[in-house]
């Protein structure tokens, strides 16, 4: 069974531009969770979804959106690019919400300039 | 709102010897909890998981962890470690609210296995 896929793997953006970055999650699973881990901060939630609802939201500010699609797959966005949003962004999924453990992808990193 | 607080942010020790890491949560009812871990440029895996029952939870590759309501914590141990565990180790806390559940994740713990 495959894992989570997360794309692009690496990514390096100015200041000002905006990102979006994508996650195909295990087959079956149909919640998908969006984490956001820097040295500082650590591992913080960003948001979840389940059948195309966002069902938990982190405390980030509104340039950070996500959406999931009918097929599971989920991306999330990130408009106004700071530097503070240089990070890892991992996402991770599971059967369905409040499941349990969550399945993790790679991450994918984004460099802000 | 649940919390985790991981006592120690490096952790050196030599091959072959025991290590603890340290993991403390705020109070709950009930609580899920879990260890993970991360390799160098990778996500996060499973180490293991107390979602109920037997408070010693074991893992394929020899670390346990027990489950301590009184003392809130849920510390990792390894009886004999391998280089090839270095690595940082994540205790997290499930927070569950309205259907939902994300997980709360302490800040990590740096394993250093040397030779």
């Known amino acids: 069974k495959a894992g989570v896929t997360q794309t692009p793997r690496y990514l390096i953006k100015t200041r000002g531009q905006q990102v979006t970055l994508s996650c195909s999650p295990i087959s079956g699973h149909r919640s998908v969770s969006w984490y956001q881990q820097t040295p500082g901060q650590g591992l913080q939630f960003l948001f979840e979804?389940?059948?195309?609802?966002?069902?938990n939201k982190g405390n980030f500010p509104g340039r950070f959106s996500g959406r999931q699609f009918s097929n599971s797959r989920s991306e999330m966005n990130v408009s106004t690019l700071e530097l503070g949003d240089s990070a890892l962004y991992l996402c991770a999924s599971r059967p369905g919400p409040g499941t349990g453990e969550l399945f993790f992808g790679e991450g994918s990193r984004l460099t802000v300039l | 709102a649940q919390s985790v607080t991981q006592l120690d942010s490096q952790v050196p020790v030599f091959e072959e010897a025991p290590v603890e890491l340290r993991c403390n949560y705020s109070?709950?009812?009930?609580?899920?909890l879990f260890w993970y871990v991360q390799y160098p440029n990778q996500g996060l895996q499973l180490l293991l998981k107390?979602?109920?029952?037997?408070?010693l939870v074991e893992s394929i590759n020899g670390f346990e962890a027990e489950f301590n309501k009184s003392q809130t914590s849920f510390h990792l141990r390894k009886p004999s470690v391998h280089i090839s565990d270095t690595a940082e180790y994540f205790c997290a806390v499930s927070d569950r609210k309205g259907g939902s559940e994300k997980l709360v994740f302490g800040k990590g713990t740096k394993l250093t296995v040397n030779p």
């Open positions: 979804y389940f059948s195309e609802t966002q069902r």
């Open positions: 109070s709950s009812v009930s609580v899920y």
């Open positions: 107390y979602l109920s029952g037997s408070t």
